[in-house]
């Protein structure tokens, strides 16, 4: 079946250093390909996103690029700041998959040191 | 964005009691309403999807008897875990998918179960 797999946290990082989360994906055809992020008691909310081979989904300084041939979407973000302290998800909708029925890797923290 | 609420968003209860989760989207109407549940440090895994005014889909695994979905409104569907017992304990997650938010889900705050 389809799954996600996302590297394990957490991730610490300094303030202004680069973030990179891994992310890849086991599915047929062409899936739909998403990052949300969980804020400490919040609900997920949805990042950024990508529909088809070689999109690049960007958001609140987030980028994320489909890519088939290594079927991964690895989230990147060149300067994080401490707000960006939250768990994200890597997640996917089956190609003409109805319902929106998301599978989701299994989440990484991130945090974010002043 | 839109707004979807759980309630309790924690709630301890003693073993072979029931235990009702309420989901709410507040400012828009939910035609659709998932419901996951995430283990410690595991994947959100999607337990089943409800339409308003029907019965709810079971993903395979899933236990119907064990964790009834009512979803009687467009903004409100409620998840009970019967006669609950330690290995229910969990954290879980609702998502509503309305007719004007095309596309994208909304996703509640959780709520977590511990069944002592």
């Known amino acids: 079946g389809d799954s996600v797999t996302q590297m394990e946290g957490p991730v610490t990082l300094s303030e202004e250093a680069f973030l990179t989360i891994n992310c890849t994906y086991t599915?047929?055809?062409?899936?739909?390909l998403f990052w949300y992020v969980q804020y400490p008691g919040e609900g997920l909310q949805l990042l950024l996103k990508a529909t088809k081979a070689d999109d690049k989904g960007s958001n609140k300084g987030f980028e994320a690029t489909y890519r088939k041939e290594t079927t991964s979407f690895h989230l990147e973000k060149g300067s994080v700041q401490v707000s960006d302290s939250a768990v994200y998800f890597c997640a996917l909708v089956p190609y003409k998959a109805a319902g929106n029925k998301l599978t989701f890797g299994g989440g990484t923290r991130v945090l974010v040191k002043p | 964005g839109a707004v979807v609420s759980q309630h309790p968003s924690w709630v301890i209860c003693k073993s072979g009691t029931s235990v009702k989760i309420e989901c709410r989207s507040l400012d828009f109407q939910a035609t659709t309403m998932f419901w996951y549940r995430q283990f410690p440090k595991q994947s959100l895994m999607l337990m089943a999807t409800?339409?308003?005014?029907?019965?709810?889909?079971?993903e395979q695994g899933v236990e119907k008897d064990k964790f009834l979905i009512n979803h009687a409104s467009l903004t409100l569907s409620t998840l009970t875990v019967t006669s609950a017992h330690p290995e229910d304990s969990s954290f879980y997650i609702c998502?509503?998918?309305?007719?004007?938010?095309?596309?994208?889900?909304?996703f509640g705050e959780g709520s977590r179960l511990t069944v002592l």
């Open positions: 409800s339409n308003e005014g029907s019965k709810a889909t079971y």
């Open positions: 998502s509503a998918r309305g007719l004007a938010v095309t596309g994208e889900l909304f």
């Open positions: 599915a047929t055809g062409y899936p739909s």
